[in-house]
């Protein structure tokens, strides 16, 4: 199985940073795919952004320009630096990878996982 945890939610004031982090573990033998979801109260799952096993990236718009996301494939990690944040910000974070991995002589190629979540509330 593969586990993903994520780290470095927490309130912040409204401009200010956060930087989260996923580390995704397990008998994984290839990452492709690796983003941030997050989920405000009352509100739909949204894609804030991903990274392709090749460096390509995309962000929802309400993010250009203020968060990057980038990884460290020898970690098997993902980060989202989160810049200038805002109130509307304001959710549980995500992390998902897509993953090829074994399990008890198994294997699965192209399986979506989820992290667990962080909370990130940007507030005064």
């Known amino acids: 199985q593969v586990q993903l945890v994520e780290s470095g939610g927490g309130l912040v004031q409204p401009g200010g940073s956060l930087r989260l982090s996923c580390v995704a573990s397990?008998?994984?033998?290839?990452?492709?795919?690796m983003g941030w979801y997050r989920q405000a109260p009352g509100k739909e799952r949204e894609l804030v952004a991903d990274?392709?096993?090749?460096?390509?990236?995309r962000f929802a718009d309400s993010v250009k320009g203020r968060f990057t996301i980038s990884r460290d494939n020898a970690k098997n990690t993902v980060y989202l630096q989160m810049n200038s944040l805002k109130p509307e910000d304001t959710a549980v974070y995500y992390c998902?990878?897509?993953?090829?991995?074994?399990?008890?002589?198994?294997?699965?190629?192209?399986?979506?996982?989820w992290g667990k979540g962080t909370l990130v509330t940007v507030a005064s």
């Open positions: 990274i392709t096993s090749g460096g390509s990236t």
């Open positions: 998902s990878v897509v993953v090829d991995y074994s399990d008890s002589g198994m294997y699965y190629y192209g399986m979506d996982c």
């Open positions: 397990g008998s994984i033998f290839s990452i492709n795919a």
